[in-house]
């Protein structure tokens, strides 16, 4: 059992930058792969960010460049810092962990203001 709990969500003009947290209520050591995900409405939920426990990463092609995916296994905490941010990136931010199954955070709010 995996509970994740994301932050670092808010309101940001275009251009700025904002880190989102995804902290677990266990060890993230032994976790195969975590990854950021972002929902608008009308949209499927896309993949923005993944990374496996060896530390390989991949981003989906609106993200490469600007965002930056790690995790800090002795915090048991994911992040992502998001950099050039846009409009296009407004959407509910969800952390998402594969241990045998997935594993979903509540998600966390992210406004881009042109």
């Known amino acids: 059992q995996v509970e994740l709990v994301e932050s670092g969500g808010g309101t940001v003009q275009a251009g700025g930058s904002l880190r989102l947290s995804c902290v677990a209520s266990?060890?993230?050591?032994?976790?195969?792969?975590m990854g950021w995900y972002r929902h608008t409405p009308g949209k499927q939920r896309e993949l923005v960010a993944g990374i496996d426990v060896g530390g390989v990463t991949n981003y989906s092609d609106s993200a490469k460049g600007r965002f930056t995916i790690s995790r800090d296994n002795a915090k048991n905490t994911m992040y992502l810092e998001m950099n050039r941010l846009t409009p296009e990136d407004t959407a509910v931010y969800y952390c998402e962990a594969w241990l045998f199954r997935e594993y979903w955070g509540q998600g966390t709010q992210v406004t881009v203001s042109s």
């Open positions: 266990r060890s993230i050591f032994s976790i195969p792969a």
